[in-house]
């Protein structure tokens, strides 16, 4: 009985330090963005007016039934990814369902919440939307196939497919992924800058050339929701980084520090980079990255 | 729209509300007079508008403020009409300049229109010909003292008295082929 | 730049000898010509062809209400001279038709849809959508002269009061420089 407690408890502690955390991360980087444009910026808690006002807007769109459902895919996906992955070492509150699920289940439930916008923004009728969903879709296909490979190098390294079980060993060994395997490490690092989407990647969004893509029929309410849920994305990712190739974090102090410096890499490289082009993009992940993704399995086996 | 039943309560939200609102403008970028060359000083780094969480937007649905900014001739006055409408509660219009007023220096002309809150509601008027970036934040933080104050709802006062406006709007447009948003 | 005007002249006088038509050299890099309707053509070509005119800088109307007429100018410059060409003609106003010359320089036909919805100007052949800046419009076209601005504006848009003691500008400004305003320019003065 005290376990189911104690489950609940630390899956709502869990969402809410996550949205937290990835709101603020947001808005430090609009701080960041700011600083290295020569401004003051906004507050690094802006956001959190933002989603509150997003939510306190009247919001009557109508486009169909599968544009209402959109945001709540989204927001369903990202806290499914979050509740399966270990957000600290050993801890009581935070470690949620994360021995029932492995790297492959989500591999496979991280896609789903793209998926779901895709059908949402496909509904709206707005030609900005249907080029950004296949923009995002194609961008998809670029980065999966660098992680997927950094990811399967690792499981063929520690012969598991287990998130906590990985930490584990790097915690017992006290040797980091990233130094064990750096090319796997490399391989992830760049799929990560077409998951987090800024520049030179931010081809889905795009607000001058596509007036903010999938979401541009999506406003108050509905804005809100995805904004929330892809800070509670960005943060679940973060995590994963973390936990895969920094080896966990013991308490959340530590686990803040290794996100924000993981966090500001594809932050700093999207200031000083202009928009690719979608095929651009693509061939950037299916150059180097696939590269350094074949490198790295074989380095596993070997 | 209350959430709460008890008064004070009430009061309470909406200051919450209300806060939320005033320090979070997403600002439609939709440039339509000669005043649109003021908005990237405003917005860069010389006068830094994101201090007060001023933002651009990208789509109408998003946005809360709709900058007129200048002069408007008819032709862009049917695509301000669709831009404002197209915009969620509680939304809020900025005019610049004199011709926004009273025509400024184009009273006389054949195509654009003299008085602007005749065709939509008008929040705040920062006059000026042009108005300077200082003369714009300036009209920013008037705005947000109307939120604060809780009397900057034009978007209800539209919908009330939506037939006058029609009417004036379909005075100047007479091939009236708009779709009807549904607010 | 030499003050000789060598090259205005010698184009101002091959022009005047080739079609037999008026013109004179206003300024340094600037010459005119007065051409027959029926000559614009054959002047712009040889203008471009022969002499390296070859470059559109604009067109435009000038309506001559006194006269019945309006008046079309084209300026060509030559990059290699240096000399900014005016063609102009006069056409009938109550009848204006004017050849369409978009096969000589395509731009051209940008200012003819501006001309024929400003001016009224028909050009037969011309390709392009009749409304061009102006939306639904139904009165006579506005550039023209005698169309009343002031009196349209008054009648179409809301006047919000305060701006009754305008003045006319060209009034003030001839008091203080103790000039008259012209005949023709009264006639269609806004007072």
């Known amino acids: 009985m005290e376990d189911i407690i104690y489950k609940i408890l630390g899956a709502i502690l869990t969402i809410i330090t996550a949205f937290v955390v990835g709101i603020t991360y947001g808005g430090l980087t609009r701080k960041v963005i700011a600083r290295v444009q020569n401004r003051v910026g906004p507050k690094f808690y802006q956001n959190f007016f933002d989603v509150l006002k997003l939510l306190s807007k009247r919001t009557a769109i109508n486009h169909g039934v599968m544009q209402h459902f959109a945001p709540m895919f989204i927001f369903t996906s990202a806290v499914t990814v979050l509740m399966f992955i270990p957000i600290l070492h050993d801890g009581l509150f935070f470690s949620n369902f994360s021995f029932h699920g492995d790297l492959i289940f989500l591999l496979y439930i991280m896609p789903f919440g793209p998926l779901g916008m895709a059908l949402g923004a496909g509904q709206t009728g707005n030609p900005n939307s249907a080029i950004g969903v296949t923009r995002g879709l194609s961008q998809m296909v670029g980065f999966e196939i660098p992680f997927v490979l950094s990811l399967v190098a690792l499981m063929v390294q520690f012969e598991t497919t287990s998130v906590t079980e990985i930490v584990n060993i790097q915690v017992e060994s006290g040797v980091w992924m990233i130094f064990s395997n750096p090319f796997a490490f490399l391989a992830a690092l760049f799929a990560m800058f077409g998951m987090f989407r800024y520049a030179p990647f931010d081809i889905v969004g795009a607000p001058a050339e596509l007036a903010s893509g999938p979401a541009s029929e999506f406003g108050g309410k509905y804005l809100a929701i995805m904004m929330s849920s892809s800070s509670i994305f960005t943060f679940a990712k973060l995590v994963l980084y973390v936990n895969l190739f920094f080896g966990g974090a013991e308490n959340l102090v530590e686990l803040l520090i290794k996100t924000f410096i993981l966090y500001m890499v594809p932050v700093v490289y999207g200031l000083v980079s202009p928009r690719y082009r979608t095929e651009q993009s693509i061939t950037y992940f299916w150059k180097w990255p696939l590269a350094l993704g074949v490198i790295g399995m074989i380095w596993a086996i070997i | 729209m209350n959430i709460v039943k008890d008064k004070k309560s009430q009061h309470i939200v909406d200051y919450i509300k209300e806060f939320a609102r005033k320090n979070s403008l997403f600002v439609m970028a939709y440039g339509t007079g000669c005043g649109a060359i003021e908005i990237p000083p405003t917005m860069t780094s010389r006068y830094d508008a994101e201090r007060f969480g001023i933002r651009g937007a990208a789509t109408p649905r998003q946005a809360d403020v709709l900058l007129i900014t200048g002069y408007l001739a008819v032709k862009t006055l049917k695509r301000v009409i669709r831009v404002y409408e197209q915009m969620q509660d509680p939304k809020y219009i900025i005019a610049f300049g004199s011709c926004t007023i009273n025509g400024g220096m184009y009273f006389d002309s054949y195509n654009t229109i003299n008085a602007l809150d005749r065709y939509v509601p008008v929040d705040v008027y920062i006059n000026g010909c042009m108005p300077r970036p200082e003369a714009v934040i300036e009209g920013f933080v008037a705005l947000q003292e109307k939120i604060q104050r809780g009397d900057a709802d034009n978007g209800k006062k539209y919908q009330e008295n939506i037939d006058w406006y029609r009417e004036n709007q379909m005075k100047v447009i007479k091939n009236w082929n708009m779709p009807d948003y549904n607010w | ?191």
């Open chain 3, 1 to 191: 730049m030499s003050n000789d005007l060598v090259l205005e002249n010698e184009i101002l006088n091959l022009i005047k000898s080739a079609f037999n038509a008026e013109g004179n050299v206003i300024k340094s890099r600037r010459v005119e010509v007065f051409v027959k309707k029926d000559q614009v053509s054959s002047v712009l070509l040889f203008a471009k062809e022969q002499r390296g005119y070859i470059h559109l800088s604009h067109s435009t109307c000038i309506d001559w209400i006194e006269e019945g007429e309006f008046e079309l100018i084209y300026s060509i410059l030559s990059p290699k001279d240096k000399i900014m060409l005016y063609v102009k003609t006069r056409i009938d106003r109550d009848n204006p038709v004017m050849e369409n010359l978009d096969g000589i320089w395509h731009q051209l036909n940008t200012y003819e849809r501006e001309m024929r919805e400003m001016y009224g100007i028909e050009f037969p052949g011309l390709i392009g959508d009749k409304e061009f800046c102006l939306e639904d419009w139904d009165e006579i076209p506005p550039m023209r002269r005698d169309f009343d601005t002031v009196e349209f504006a008054r009648k179409t848009f809301y006047q919000r009061p305060g701006r009754e003691d305008a003045k006319d500008v060209r009034k003030t400004l001839t008091e203080q420089s103790g000039e008259k305003i012209p005949d023709f320019a009264t006639k269609y003065s806004r007072e």
